[in-house]
């Protein structure tokens, strides 16, 4: 057809992400994370687990917190502490 223009859509996502981010390209290259890493995810999920015994919590909620300090490392452990200190309180004056 003479005279029609295709219009083509903006891409929705970028083409160069890996190249913003090189941490995480390392990591994706090796194959592996480093050791220090994987240790402080240990400690984090140890803690975890020595925190959901003292709440006495339903199994669902062991295996959610225990994903969430999985998924998020420290911050999610810091969340878990922070609910299990509002227990503590709420427990106490409520």
């Given amino acids: ?41 240990a400690v984090a999920l140890y803690l975890t687990v020595i925190e959901l015994r003292e709440m006495d919590l339903h199994y669902a909620w062991w295996i959610w917190w225990i994903l969430l300090v999985f998924m998020t490392h420290f911050i999610g452990y810091l969340f878990l502490r922070a609910y299990a200190v509002y227990r503590r309180w709420h427990a106490r004056t409520g």
């Fill in 1 to 41: 057809m003479v005279g029609v223009q295709t219009v083509r859509a903006p891409p929705l996502a970028r083409s160069s992400a890996l190249i913003d981010d090189p941490p995480v390209l390392i990591f994706l290259l090796l194959g592996f994370a480093p050791w220090l890493l994987l240790l402080t995810l």
